[in-house]
């Protein structure tokens, strides 16, 4: 088929997933061996108490938080494609929209998975969805996750249903609206904490609006070319290339603040410290920074994406769309971890010599074998309900001619 | 025959045939007394309801009054052992479990309260 | 005086029974022995009562002076972990500490320092304000706690405090104190010793009395809304500050010599 021409100045047709469906059990199969080590996992954590995680009072949150705030926000990205199409009125993204949507809700509930069943008590879960204390941010977010779950699959019914479709416009709108105040709320689950230099600064809600869309599309694209892959398609050419470019750009501008934060931070009195530790300590944190979330995560995949003959191939695109979602579990890392390794300053013009609670040290963090079974836990539960949707839901655009399927 | 009465009938084949389930047996301290600070009957459908009510006087308010205080109840209920020593009140057929365990109704009290009276 | 009826979820008091309780209690007061070197007898001035509901017309608060803080002493910290039952675990990391002593050399003068550092009982506290469930909670009279019967474990209010005043249960316990319930996957903090205050005895929290009975009363207890408490004249008596002042959280611990 032609490149040049948008798909969908046609309408588009959708299909769920093609074939008899083994190659699609076993992958299944293998995403719930992994949903239940992360059960099981849980269920250790829960039963043991979190001494058998790395996580202790000096550091409360672990790689489970580095996975879930990923998930959380890759979810609300994810949905940026859907938003394009309906809401930009960018007729090339409709073909994705529905799939868009379906990844952003796996997304999120691969998130929540993570993070509920790292709760100290998780079967009290029933008292947080009863007992909101308005005051907290954190509340709020989870009237956001579980509002947006229920606004976004109202969206996808829009764009299923032909006598809604009118409709689609104002919910997709709605779904914007929504999730960026989602992606707000988690940047200020940070932001708010007046305690944390590295946190409290006003760019921590426009940041991580920045890299929802860059992880989210990231996250979007892998999982779309995967499954093109597996229908022994590919994607459409000029989709692909425009699909690279945007997340070129995203990377650039996630980049671009996240330097403005670290900038500001290195000048500032206040926060001096701690952009000292992460930007030249030495530690492991700094070189999950430069190697991980400057390097592998932002340096390496514009470079790939800067050429245009690049862009139209699918593997570097793949390859960088991988880059950048291992560079932001580093950004993650970095963030959530840094933030605490680093001591209060409970005395600024003193210096702590000694405290059994290990006040003024920096504190250790070494992730544990459970933390990280719970987290991969989380992506093969979101994965798992792509894999389910994608095959029960006429979500996928229509395969053209073209190569059969494998 | 339609599944819905054939369900019907199997439940009720079910319950007539099932072997009985003996009722608890509550093994309370001579010590506790002869009446508790209510009456069984009640006791036994608002227990739950009475403390909840308690503790968050207690937590909130700072009442600490020891009439439906779980402390209280540990205290008068829990058993002791040959040797004088205080049995953990949600122990195996002790005073909480023997009902929990036959109502099949999972308790939380003692993963943070002393099960034991403070000796 | 109204007693509180079982149910009664009142907490407020109209200005004027505060006021006739303010007096009532101040002739009642049992009076404070002069303070003397190495001895001091302190008696709450302001009691609770076990059946009745706190309220704001008192302020619980600590008053520490760290010049009589020694070094190596630490009888605030034992006395506080034998009082609660805390232990220590194979993992200092994961032990819990409501109370801990802080050593600090000033960076230009090379003095050095000890101190106690637990929850301050801030009057307008970020772990309070950051709970998802409002388990993290300031009473009436002024003492933040945890209600752990709505804790999650969720750990945002340690994320939250700026004192690292708080500690996660990370292993199921055992031998709980009846007074002091402590469990697994919830979070934790120093109470000001909530149990002996609301007797209404008089007694003292378990650091202050290890303090006093130790020899140093760096540590003194009391109602400051109370003008004629210990802690009352001490405030006025001296310069205090507060640990993290620039955060203006009015916190209810206050040190002299830091």
């Avoid at chain 1, 979330?293 to 862009?311: F, Y």
């Avoid at chain 3, 378990?206 to 009363?217: D, I, N």
């Amino acid at each position: 088929m032609s490149g040049s021409e948008p798909v969908a100045s046609v309408a588009t047709r959708f299909v769920e997933l093609e074939g008899r469906g083994m190659r699609h059990s076993l992958l299944l199969a293998a995403l719930a061996l992994l949903v239940a080590f992360g059960l099981y996992a849980a269920h250790y954590m829960e039963q043991s108490g979190h001494h058998v995680t790395g996580m202790s009072n000096q550091v409360v949150w672990g790689l489970p938080h580095v996975f879930a705030v990923f998930l959380i926000i890759a979810a609300s990205g994810a949905l940026n494609v859907a938003s394009m199409a309906s809401v930009f009125g960018q007729a090339g993204y409709k073909p994705l929209a529905r799939l868009s949507v379906l990844v952003a809700v796996s997304l999120l509930v691969g998130g929540l998975f993570v993070l509920v069943l790292d709760l100290g008590r998780p079967d009290r879960l029933v008292v947080a969805l009863t007992h909101y204390n308005f005051n907290s941010i954190f509340a709020w977010n989870i009237v956001l996750y579980s509002g947006f779950v229920l606004v976004a699959l109202f969206y996808l019914w829009t764009l299923m249903e032909g006598r809604l479709q009118k409709h689609s416009r104002f919910v997709g709108g709605l779904a914007l609206f929504w999730r960026l105040m989602l992606t707000t709320g988690t940047g200020c689950i940070f932001g708010f904490l007046v305690a944390r230099p590295l946190y409290h600064v006003a760019i921590m809600a426009p940041l991580f609006i920045s890299l929802s869309l860059s992880f989210g599309l990231a996250s979007f694209m892998l999982i779309f070319f995967a499954i093109q892959r597996f229908r022994g398609s590919r994607c459409e050419t000029t989709m692909q290339e425009r699909l690279a470019k945007l997340l070129s750009l995203l990377v650039w501008t996630a980049f671009c603040l996240m330097f403005a934060q670290y900038v500001f931070a290195y000048f500032s009195t206040t926060q001096g410290d701690v952009a000292r530790f992460v930007l030249l300590s030495g530690d492991v944190y700094t070189v999950v920074f430069w190697f991980g979330q400057v390097g592998i995560g932002t340096l390496v995949p514009l470079m790939l994406l800067h050429r245009c003959k690049r862009r139209s191939n699918v593997s570097v695109v793949m390859v960088s769309a991988a880059m950048v979602v291992a560079g932001g579990f580093a950004q993650l890392y970095v963030l959530i971890l840094a933030g605490q390794a680093l001591p209060l300053r409970l005395f600024p013009d003193k210096v702590i010599v000694e405290s059994s609670f290990f006040d003024g040290a920096v504190a250790t963090y070494v992730p544990s074998v459970p933390e990280l079974g719970l987290g991969i836990g989380g992506i093969a539960f979101a994965l798992f309900c792509i894999c389910t949707g994608v095959k029960v839901l006429r979500l996928l655009p229509d395969v053209r001619s073209g190569a059969g399927l494998a | 025959m339609r599944p819905s009465v054939a369900v019907a009938l199997m439940f009720a084949f079910m319950a007539t045939t099932a072997p009985a389930v003996e009722q608890p047996v509550l093994i309370i301290p001579e010590s506790a007394g002869a009446q508790c600070v209510e009456a069984t009957s009640v006791m036994r459908t608002q227990h739950m309801k009475l403390l909840f009510a308690q503790r968050d006087q207690t937590v909130h308010q700072g009442i600490r009054s020891t009439t439906h205080s779980l402390t209280n109840c540990v205290a008068c209920h829990a058993n002791r052992d040959a040797m004088g020593h205080s049995i953990p009140i949600n122990g195996n057929d002790q005073f909480c479990e023997s009902c929990h365990r036959y109502a099949g109704v999972r308790m939380d009290c003692f993963e943070c309260h002393a099960s034991v009276p403070d000796e | 005086m109204t007693k509180a009826k079982h149910g009664d979820t009142r907490t407020a008091q109209t200005l004027s029974d505060v006021s006739r309780r303010g007096f009532f209690r101040r002739v009642a007061a049992v009076a404070t022995v002069p303070l003397t070197a190495g001895t001091m007898v302190v008696a709450l001035t302001r009691a609770g009562n076990a059946d009745e509901a706190v309220t704001d017309a008192s302020r619980w608060g600590l008053f520490i002076d760290t010049t009589k803080c020694a070094t190596g002493c630490d009888a605030c910290v034992r006395g506080c972990n034998e009082e609660h039952g805390i232990e220590s675990s194979a993992r200092p990391e994961i032990d819990a500490q409501w109370i801990r002593k802080v050593v600090v050399e000033d960076t230009q003068s090379k003095h050095v320092t000890s101190l106690p550092l637990m929850c301050q009982h801030c009057a307008d506290p970020p772990c309070v304000e950051v709970c998802p469930t409002g388990a993290s909670f300031k009473r009436a009279d002024g003492i933040v706690l945890v209600d752990k019967h709505t804790c999650i474990g969720c750990r945002y209010c340690m994320m939250a405090c700026p004192y690292k005043a708080r500690s996660f249960v990370h292993e199921s316990l055992s031998n709980q104190k009846s007074y002091s319930p402590r469990g697994k996957g919830t979070v934790e903090g120093c109470t000001l010793c909530v149990h002996r205050l609301d007797e209404g005895q008089g007694r003292q929290p378990a650091c202050v009395e290890a303090c006093l009975s130790g020899g140093r009363a760096a540590m003194v207890f009391g109602d400051l809304h109370d003008p004629d408490s210990d802690i009352a004249l001490m405030m006025a008596a001296n310069q205090t500050t507060e640990i993290r002042a620039d955060l203006d959280l009015d916190t209810g611990v206050r040190y002299v010599g830091i």
